[in-house]
């Protein structure tokens, strides 16, 4: 069933995935002006050493333009936090955990920890019934993220994203999976993070036995208005009229 307009959750992510939008753009426009404004300064720092070197009196207001250039360019650089992901990070809601992830490829610095901890808390809770919450795009950034994952520094991450897939898991995690349950563990937190992906690996064979058959029972099942049509096909036929039956032979 989709969510209802009014939907406060709803309501919220979308605020934030249009602020998002306005920040990302924002973003690269002022990193472009940073770049364009440090590269000025060093084209103006060579042109000042060269006028030093010959006594060019010009030298010193040159090096002056090229350290202002330079002080620009880091005024310009984007801040360092973002209110939309400060707004996805504060929704307490699974229908969150998509936008969170498609968030998740280009946060650094707070902004990662934050994304990563409502993460962490979220992807426990998912059942399989919330399969439908994330799309493959969203799918393919969490499996990229258990299969990148840093073992000492995101161990609470990898953890809840293999509490989630033995729950919402398909086909394509499977390799990634059993690749972390079959090697050989290391520190501490790495021998968790195996231990987790060889308990998550039976239900996540489960899982996708269960979605093949019921892929299976799909293709097996033609739809209803398939078997409506054959019907409706059949009683639109005209009825044989009783002087053209068949009759037996007479004498």
């Not at 280009?106 to 902004?111: D, I, Q, S, T, W």
């Not at 520094?153 to 609470?156: A, L």
């Not at 053209?244 to 004498?251: A, D, I, K, V």
């Given at each position: 069933m989709s969510e209802p307009p009014d939907n406060p959750?709803?309501?919220a992510v979308e605020e934030a995935l249009a602020l998002l939008k306005k920040e990302r753009r924002a973003f690269w426009g002022r990193?472009?002006?940073s770049l364009g404004a440090w590269g000025a300064g060093l084209l103006t720092f060579f042109l000042a050493l060269s006028r030093m070197l010959v006594s060019d009196p010009s030298g010193l207001l040159t090096l002056c333009l090229s350290l202002g250039c330079v002080l620009g360019g880091a005024i310009l650089l984007p801040p360092a936090r973002s209110r939309a992901m400060e707004m996805l990070a504060s929704l307490d809601d699974l229908r969150a955990i998509g936008p969170l992830l498609e968030s998740l490829t280009?946060?650094?610095?707070?902004?990662r920890y934050l994304l990563t901890a409502r993460l962490t808390d979220l992807l426990p809770r998912l059942h399989a019934s919330d399969a439908h919450l994330?799309?493959?795009s969203q799918r393919r950034i969490l499996y990229e993220a258990l299969s990148l994952g840093d073992f000492q520094?995101?161990?609470?991450l990898l953890l809840a994203i293999l509490k989630a897939l033995e729950q919402i898991g398909d086909a394509q995690a499977l390799p990634i999976v059993e690749r972390l349950a079959s090697g050989s563990s290391g520190s501490k937190r790495e021998q968790q993070v195996r231990e987790a992906a060889r308990a998550c690996l039976p239900f996540l064979q489960a899982q996708i036995e269960r979605l093949?058959?019921?892929?299976t029972l799909l293709r097996a099942n033609p739809s209803p208005d398939s078997e409506h049509e054959l019907l409706r096909a059949a009683a639109a036929t005209e009825e044989t009229a009783p002087q053209?039956?068949?009759?037996?032979?007479?004498?």
């Open positions: 959750t709803t309501r990193m472009l002006l280009f946060a650094v610095g707070v902004n994330l799309n493959q520094q995101e161990t609470d093949r058959l019921s892929e053209q039956l068949l009759r037996p032979h007479e004498g």
